[in-house]
């Protein structure tokens, strides 16, 4: 279905129809946040449409850089990164991305993330769904050293159609982590458990498919 939903989004979504497509719950805080242009993080999951936001927030101008990783099949990439480019959002490679995003950040850019699959052994373990899983550090260390706002927000199928909630059920400011003894860890698992949150509410529309507890923490390992 999300196949067929990048096919025909720029053939059916419009800026004067958008409402015919989506609705919107809790987002008015995190648009202003963005129109301040003081920078932004944006989490999202591999949960429903995730592409739809992206385009919505080009198609109406609003400055976001989508960081990804380039599929493996060259020609659907290629597609994809042509859906996106076409609404107006910018694409940054996952590989290298690091030395560009402080500079897009003071620009007052929003950055945009998927922050649900497992980061490996030298990740941060956090808990997801009452079990540890790594995730990765960059995230947190960049909201962290900049002093940026995270908001994570979600993109759901209503019903059998093509039509999509889209929300923010979290926006953790920078105050929230002053006094924590490790913010590095508290960003991490808070904005997890945001996902975790949604997902809750309708379990059949993220992608489990993933391997989200591949890596497993050292203490773990020993036991």
């Given at each position: ?45 591999h949960y429903g449409n ?48 690091a030395t560009l995003m ?122």
């Open positions: 279905m999300l196949t067929i939903d990048i096919l025909f989004t720029p053939r059916l979504v419009k800026k004067d129809n958008w409402r015919r497509y989506s609705r919107y719950k809790n987002t008015e805080r995190a648009k202003w946040l963005m129109q301040e242009g003081r920078g932004l993080l944006m989490v999202a999951a995730f592409e739809i936001p992206g385009y919505l927030l080009g198609l109406f101008g609003f400055n976001i850089y989508s960081i990804a990783r380039p599929l493996d099949n060259k020609y659907i990439n290629n597609y994809l990164y042509g859906v996106r480019k076409r609404a107006g959002q910018h694409i940054i490679d996952k590989k290298g991305a402080e500079g897009l950040i003071s620009t007052g850019s929003t950055l945009c993330f998927i922050a649900d699959q497992d980061a490996g052994k030298k990740g941060v373990f956090v808990d997801f769904f009452s079990r540890k899983a790594s995730t990765y550090k960059s995230i947190g260390l960049l909201a962290i050293t900049s002093q940026l706002p995270i908001v994570v927000g979600y993109s759901r199928r209503i019903g059998n159609r093509f039509f999509f909630e889209i929300g923010v059920n979290r926006i953790i400011m920078p105050e929230e982590w002053a006094d924590k003894d490790d913010p590095l860890k508290w960003v991490t698992a808070e904005y997890t458990k945001a996902i975790e949150d949604f997902v809750r509410e309708d379990p059949t529309q993220y992608w489990w498919l993933h391997r989200r507890w591949k890596n497993r923490p050292r203490d773990e390992q020993k036991a």
